[in-house]
């Protein structure tokens, strides 16, 4: 059989924290703003919090690193396509809480479990468009599946690829890859959920200095209960550098199965994903050589947000494969199912429902692409795309398959549609991989903080103003523009001529969420990390824009590029663009105006009312006494 094939790409467990203070480290260490004279931040949204339009990551659409690359994708899609409709059965991966065993070997063999590691250590040495394109393969068939194959190799091995040393890598790689051992990441605790910060399993060095003696546990551990190598997050004793001083701090470990005291408990009944094992995870004395620590001593809180930042763009990928099969469905009933003597693709709100389907699924999978592009062309600053592609995907992912079930009615209720099961699947893809509520919060946070690094460098400019005055003049001139509605951003250079006035609006939104940053910054300072309220919708103007500005530039190159499909595209384009800029100026508003602002201290009352009564406050209207 072929040993070239599929991807996919999901996670264990959410990894973001929603307390303010978790936040800030969390964005400190995972996306520091490149300020300094000899680094510079390209990404596309970091530098739209700060007003600066930076295209090259966006404009024109990024292509595969390399010909060969493409040649190896194409040569790949149609073996695996067929593979999964031939020989693949989602509901009975389900009933079987996994695939059956021929499915599983056959995965192995074609190099399902090693996509991306290099051919030395028995991978396929896919790029990451190869990687996003084999998701779409996965997405389109299970969900389950993609979980199985996704928490392997994009969380589980991962951290041996970007951290390892060449010993770790030549010892673990080739049995994850090819030798039949499934790798697990172990993060999520109890106590800690979104706080990766909090955990509690500890790791104490022997006083000879040759191994860890590690105790603990974790849960929700996807492949906890078949895995034989995990990467391994517990605090260790480390000391300060700078002060001498002993401090807590996480360290990342691998850990086998085989070491003594180790063990995990019963399969978790889930919601969905049923055919993906989920177990917690126990270690008891577990003794770790010192030479399995993964990434340096104190470095695992770094290691497991590069981990996730590494793979979280593959979601698009794979929901987009989930979509397109959705729209498929509804479309497939849409021609032949007949109402009222018409078939109802003839009726304006279903129509509405397909359109509005197959946009979603075109922004996903643009989104998806494009940072899969930039990361083929070596770039390294995607993290704020990558959680906006994330947070959108698994959104609209739910969305377009809801509409799906009801485009079909009856018949989308019922099992034998699938889509039933794809529902169920899809929930946890807003939760797990950091939970969309968390990265909004680390859309915004990030962004935020960039552009207060802006600030500060204007304020220092003012100290010395004649020294400055380029600086200042053109900070003055650009805000005076901003303000007054005129000459801000200008992306009509950037698109084709039937997307320029599209691209029009694509600018407004973007002078729009300029002045909402700054507004925020000016009015709270350090203190915005507490207003969730605010952070929530600024983020939601980010993923707006982005969205944007990715299919203005996709169509832009179907247009150019005269593929099949491009009016196809340029009038989604047109029609996404009307309804983002909508959404953006409304957010624009709930964060600027004053009754809005008032109405979340509303919104913060009643939540408190109903937290301290255990729940809701009102009783039954037909209840008048006291």
Not at 62 to 68: G, K, L, M, N
Not at 92 to 115: D, F, H, Q, R, V
Not at 218 to 237: L, S
Not at 574 to 602: G, M, P
Request: net charge neutral.
């Amino acid at each position: 059989m072929l040993r070239r094939s599929v991807n996919v790409v999901c996670k264990s467990g959410s990894y973001w924290s929603s307390n303010s203070r978790f936040l800030s480290t969390a964005v400190t260490h995972q996306n520091k703003p490149k300020s300094d004279a000899t680094t510079t931040n390209h990404s596309f949204m970091a530098n739209l919090f700060r007003g600066e339009i930076r295209p090259a990551q966006v404009f024109p659409f990024p292509e595969a690193a390399d010909e060969e690359q493409k040649d190896l994708i194409r040569s790949l899609a149609e073996p695996v396509h067929r593979f999964f409709a031939e020989q693949y059965d989602a509901a009975e991966s389900e009933k079987l809480g996994s695939p059956k065993e021929s499915i599983t070997n056959a995965l192995w063999e074609m190099g399902c479990y090693g996509l991306m590691a290099p051919e030395e250590y028995g991978g396929l040495n896919l790029s990451n468009t190869g990687y996003a394109t084999m998701g779409d393969a996965v997405g389109g068939v299970d969900l389950g599946l993609a979980v199985v194959l996704g928490a392997h190799q994009s969380i589980g091995w991962k951290g041996i690829l970007l951290y390892g040393t060449d010993e770790q890598k030549k010892k673990y790689l080739p049995r994850v890859c090819t030798g039949g051992s499934v790798a697990a990441f172990a993060l999520t605790e109890p106590s800690s959920g979104s706080d990766a910060g909090s955990i509690r399993s500890r790791a104490v060095k022997s006083a000879c200095g040759k191994f860890y003696t590690l105790n603990g546990s974790k849960i929700w551990i996807t492949g906890g209960g078949v895995a034989e190598v995990f990467t391994v997050f517990a605090q260790t004793e480390v000391i300060d550098s700078k002060t001498g001083q002993k401090r807590d701090k996480v360290t990342a470990f691998i850990v086998e199965r085989a070491f003594e005291g180790l063990t995990s408990g019963p399969p978790e009944d889930k919601m969905g994903i049923r055919c993906s094992n989920t177990a917690e995870v126990y270690f008891d004395d577990v003794k770790i050589p010192v030479e399995n620590v993964l990434g340096g001593e104190g470095n695992g809180f770094k290691v497991a947000m590069n981990i996730l930042n590494n793979g979280r763009f593959g979601m698009a990928g794979t929901l987009a494969g989930t979509m397109r099969v959705c729209v498929t469905k509804a479309v497939e009933h849409a021609n032949s199912r007949v109402q009222f003597g018409r078939k109802i693709k003839e009726f304006g709100n279903v129509q509405e429902k397909i359109a509005r389907m197959a946009m979603m699924q075109y922004v996903a999978q643009t989104m998806g692409f494009m940072i899969a592009g930039n990361m083929d062309n070596g770039s390294k600053d995607y993290h704020l795309e990558a959680a906006i592609s994330k947070i959108y995907a698994s959104e609209a992912a739910w969305i377009v398959c809801d509409e799906a079930i009801q485009i079909l009615g009856g018949n989308g209720f019922m099992k034998s549609s699938g889509l039933e099961k794809v529902l169920r699947d899809l929930r946890i893809y807003r939760i797990f991989e950091g939970a969309n509520d968390i990265l909004r919060l680390f859309v915004a946070l990030t962004g935020i903080q960039y552009a207060g690094s802006h600030l500060k460098e204007l304020q220092t400019a003012f100290k010395n103003p004649t020294a400055n005055l380029g600086l200042i003049f053109k900070e003055g001139s650009r805000r005076a523009a901003r303000s007054f509605g005129v000459g801000g951003t200008d992306l009509t250079p950037f698109v084709c001529e039937p997307l320029r006035e599209s691209s029009k609006l694509c600018s407004e939104s973007i002078d729009m969420f300029a002045l909402g940053v700054e507004a925020l910054l000016f009015k709270f300072g350090k203190k915005i990390v507490e207003e969730q309220f605010l952070l929530t919708r600024l983020a939601d103007c980010a993923i707006d824009i982005y969205a944007m500005a990715s299919i203005l530039s996709r169509a832009t190159r179907a247009f150019n590029n005269r593929l099949p499909s491009a009016d196809h595209e340029v009038l989604m384009t047109k029609a996404f663009c009307i309804e983002a800029r909508s959404r953006v100026s409304d957010n624009h508003k709930h964060i600027t105006r004053s009754i809005h602002l008032e109405n979340y201290s509303n919104m913060s009352r009643i939540a408190k009312e109903v937290c301290d009564n255990g729940g809701i406050v009102h009783k039954l209207p037909l209840e008048i006494n006291a």
